[in-house]
C-alpha cells in the first residue's frame, strides 16, 4: 500500500559530518514530495519539495533528489550543525491530497 | 501570516470521555489535515477534508470522527477515548490551488487519556 520507509531511526554525527537520511515512498504515479523538519515543542516545519524526477529540492544547505526509478528522496547535507538537531520527516502527497508521513529520524549532532 | 491555531494545547480526559480537538486556519485554504504523532510511527493521518461538510478517511480513522464545518475549521471527536488515544495531535492546512504545496502545521495538542 500506499507508504513511506525512513530506515534510520535515529542518526548521531559531529559537527561537520555529511549527512544522509534515507527515504523511499510506495505510491502509484508521480507524488509530490517533500522533507519536514520538527524541533522540540514545535509543529513540523516544511524544508522543501520535489515533484517531478529528476529535480533537486533544497533549503537551509539540506537537498534531496527525486528519483523515480528508486523511489527515493534522501536528504543530504554535506557539513551538519548542532543546531541541525531535530527529527526529519520525509512525507508524499497524491494527486488526492492525501499527504502521508514516515516515521521520522531523530538527528543528533554534537559539538 | 498564514497560521494554523489549535486548541486547548492540552487536554486530560478520563477513559470513556469525550473530547473535542479544535483547529482554524485563516489562509483561506482548501485542505485540512489531523495527524497523531507518536513514539516510532512518526505522523498518521486521521482524517482530512477539502472544504466545509467534507470528509476524508485517512489512515488510522478508527475511534475518531471529524468534522468541518467551514472552510476555516476543522474538529477532531473522540466520543469514547481511549488510553490509546493518548497522544500528540496535530492539524494542519494546504492550498489546492497552489500546485503541490506542502501543509502548513499548527503547534499540536496534547492529549492524555487516563
Known amino acids: 500500500g500506499d507508504s513511506v520507509t525512513q530506515t534510520e531511526g535515529q542518526v548521531a554525527l559531529s559537527e561537520e559530518d555529511f549527512l544522509t537520511i534515507h527515504c523511499n515512498y510506495s505510491a502509484s504515479g508521480y507524488p509530490a514530495l517533500f522533507w519536514y523538519v520538527q524541533y522540540p515543542g514545535e509543529g513540523p516545519q516544511f524544508l522543501f519539495r520535489?515533484?517531478?524526477?529528476?529535480e533537486k529540492g533544497s533549503s537551509r544547505g539540506f537537498e534531496a533528489t527525486y528519483n523515480k526509478e528508486a523511489t527515493s528522496f534522501h536528504l543530504q547535507k554535506a557539513s551538519v550543525q548542532e543546531s541541525d538537531s531535530a527529527v526529519y520527516y520525509c512525507a508524499w502527497r497524491t494527486g488526492g491530497y492525501k499527504v502521508v508521513f514516515g516515521s521520522g529520524t531523530r538527528l543528533l549532532v554534537s559539538p | 501570516e498564514a497560521a494554523v491555531t489549535q486548541s486547548p494545547r492540552n487536554k486530560v480526559t478520563v477513559t470513556g470521555g469525550n473530547v473535542t480537538l479544535s483547529c482554524r486556519q485563516t489562509?483561506?485554504?482548501?485542505?485540512m489535515y489531523w495527524y497523531r504523532q507518536d513514539t516510532g510511527h512518526g505522523l498518521r493521518l486521521i482524517h482530512y477534508s477539502y472544504g466545509a461538510g467534507n470528509l476524508q478517511i485517512g489512515d488510522v480513522p478508527d475511534g475518531y470522527k471529524a468534522t468541518r464545518t467551514t472552510q476555516e475549521d476543522f474538529f477532531l471527536l473522540l466520543e469514547l477515548a481511549s488510553p490509546s488515544q493518548t497522544s500528540l495531535y496535530f492539524c494542519a492546512s494546504s492550498d489546492a490551488r497552489e500546485n503541490n504545496q506542502a501543509p502548513l502545521f499548527g503547534e499540536g495538542t496534547r492529549l492524555s487519556v487516563l
Open positions: 520535489a515533484s517531478r524526477d529528476k
Open positions: 489562509n483561506s485554504h482548501n485542505y
